[in-house]
């Protein structure tokens, strides 16, 4: 599966990034080489061995999950420049469904 110029733009402007055409060519070049080498992976034969699910045999080195009390949400409201509703309102980022970069 190659990648075209076109879905590279577009994913580039869902990201709210800006290329160059030197540079939308070049990273082009790269994604299609990444996936030309993910697509490889699946010729492998790995008939036989076993599934690797962790290679760490670690059991839970995290502490233990207690639920503190937050902070109270009227004070944490007070820094908020815009709220509606007891959520903070932030400015718009899609038009029409659309990314705008």
């Known amino acids: ?11 580039a402007k869902l990201s709210k990034l800006a290329f160059s055409d030197e540079e ?3 990273l082009t070049d790269k994604l299609g080489d990444i ?6 992976l699946g010729d492998v034969d790995t008939e036989g061995v076993p599934v690797t699910t962790n290679v760490i045999h670690d059991i839970n080195v995290m502490r ?11 004070l944490l409201m007070r ?5 509606g509703d007891g959520y903070i309102k932030v400015p718009a980022m899609l038009d029409n469904g659309e990314a705008g970069a």
């Open 1 to 11: 599966m190659a990648i075209t110029r076109d879905e590279v733009k577009h994913v």
């Open 24 to 26: 939308l060519d070049t």
């Open 35 to 40: 996936i030309e080498m993910v697509e490889r």
């Open 64 to 74: 233990e999950d207690i639920a503190v009390e937050g902070t109270d949400r009227e």
């Open 79 to 83: 820094n908020v420049p815009t709220s």
